[in-house]
């Protein structure tokens, strides 16, 4: 909805964009996580199979909130 309207960022509805900016903050904190797991790891095939477990659902996780919020994929 934000980024349809051909408005100035300054007029952008700032509920919305709080939604947002709340939304991409959730993602970012999960990527961070699944990036500590990958530095972490102690054992390299058992790490690699938790961080690809770790990655997908990190993936499925903006998905669903996009489709939550009825945006496209």
């Known amino acids: 909805t934000l980024f349809n309207q051909n408005t100035a960022p300054a007029a952008w509805n700032q509920t919305q964009l709080m939604q947002l900016l709340i939304g991409l903050d959730q993602q970012m ?3 961070e996580r699944c990036r500590a797991q990958n530095v972490e790891r102690e054992e390299p095939s058992l790490g690699s ?3 690809t477990l770790a990655l997908k659902n990190y993936f499925r996780g903006i ?3 996009l489709q939550g919020k ?3 994929r």
């Open 29 to 31: 904190e999960q990527l």
């Open 49 to 51: 199979e938790n961080l």
């Open 63 to 65: 998905s669903q909130y």
């Open 70 to 72: 009825e945006y496209s």
